[in-house]
């Protein structure tokens, strides 16, 4: 594939901390806008990105608030931004709007979940015509019929690598940030950092985007971002066997055209970084399938594997500057990074750009950024949040 034009050779870059989603989502986006960017990363295929199950779901989330805006307005940029990474790359990232079903025991749950206004209700009838074979226990449902999926792992993170790579972006594989330099009055001035073949060593910037997810915390430690780690497995099912994203308490289906079953995810915040899978684990995937999808619960499965979220005390991304000046972050999306990816780069690097005018100020200030500042009010301790849409198995 022939390049793309890129940005000004000349032209300082900004330095993407962190190889992932989100890190690429900002660093074509920043080539697109004509500034150059450089990615460091120390393995991209450790990033949520590459474990994550694709869902585009605020809906049926149950989201509220200012992370309900943010996901709808994410959700709405989707097919743009995926037909720009497709223009780019020559890749399909295998977006497929189908809908999720979110099953309830009772009415009285359905009803009263968060975003139950947004969703078409369903009886047991209902939930038999949108997904044959549910398990006996779900009598009611909602039906997202505007929330759907996207292929992350096997199409999306290969196609915006590719997409970075005809804008011009440059990559450092194998390389560790160790930390950050700041100069007179506290300014970025540039990393210190070790690459592959050993030796530590020094870029100067003045710009840089911290996107290192569940690592995030270990370069800036005052940011509130820890590591929640999730379980996953996927099933090989016959074709078209389940046609919309299956989305219950603790876990969910998510099927892909091909008849890939995705399911995931346990969620383990006391795990830290402990690699790994675990019997528990596993066991809890598999009873949530058999409640599920009964049939599923036979169904081969393909692949078994496990990631880091970056969490935070309220569950929500920290986006926008940073507490060094001319530091940026976009990390801690926790479950929605996949859905908030869209809506992060554009946003990030409108404001690098708009900084880099002198009218940062007025982009740091978006409505849509001014709830995730880093030194917003958390709850008191780290994982005491509950998720708005969160509900206890029937």
């Known amino acids: 594939m ?164 005809a804008r011009g972006v440059r990559f450092e594989e194998g390389t560790e940030v160790l930390e950050l330099l700041t100069g007179d009055g506290g300014r970025l001035r540039g990393v210190r950092l070790r690459r592959a073949e050993g030796g530590e060593h020094t870029i100067a910037a003045t710009t840089a985007v911290l996107a290192c997810g569940a690592w995030s915390g270990r370069l800036l430690p005052e940011l509130p971002v820890h590591p929640v780690k999730g379980q996953m497995l996927s099933l090989q099912g016959p074709r078209a066997s389940l046609e919309r994203v299956l989305f219950g308490p603790g876990i969910y289906l998510v099927p892909r055209q091909d008849g890939l079953l995705v399911v995931g995810a346990t969620s383990e915040p006391q795990a830290g970084f402990d690699d790994g899978l675990t019997p528990e684990g596993q066991k809890q995937l598999q009873a949530g399938i058999a409640a599920l999808l009964p049939e599923a619960a036979l169904w081969p499965p393909m692949e078994r594997w496990w990631g880091f979220r970056p969490g935070t005390p309220d569950d929500a991304p920290l986006l926008g500057p940073g507490p060094i000046e001319g530091l940026w972050l976009a990390t801690g999306h926790h479950r929605n990074g996949v859905l908030l990816a869209a809506i992060t780069a554009e946003r990030i690097a409108a404001a690098i750009t708009a900084a880099a005018h002198g009218s940062g100020a007025v982009a740091a200030g978006s409505p849509l950024l001014a709830p995730f500042r880093w030194d917003r009010s958390f709850p008191a301790a780290p994982g005491a949040h509950t998720p708005p849409g969160a509900r206890a198995s029937p």
């Open 2 to 165: 022939r390049p793309l034009a890129g940005p000004p050779a000349d032209a300082e870059p900004v330095l993407i901390l962190g190889g992932g989603l989100m890190g690429l989502a900002i660093a074509h986006q920043l080539a697109r806008l004509g500034r150059s960017a450089t990615v460091l990363s120390r393995r991209r295929s450790e990033a949520a990105g590459f474990v994550a199950a694709g869902m585009l779901a605020p809906h049926a989330e149950g989201l509220g608030g200012s992370m309900l805006a943010l996901g709808q307005a994410s959700l709405e940029r989707v097919p743009a931004w995926v037909a720009r990474i497709e223009a780019d790359s020559g890749l399909p990232c295998g977006l497929r709007p189908c809908g999720i079903v979110v099953p309830f025991a009772t009415a009285p749950e359905r009803d009263a979940y968060p975003t139950a206004p947004f969703g078409e209700p369903l009886d047991r009838a209902g939930l038999e015509r949108e997904v044959p074979g549910i398990g006996p226990a779900w009598r009611h449902g909602l039906l997202f019929a505007q929330d759907g999926q996207i292929d992350n792992r096997r199409r999306l993170m290969r196609a915006l690598e590719r997409a970075c790579v």
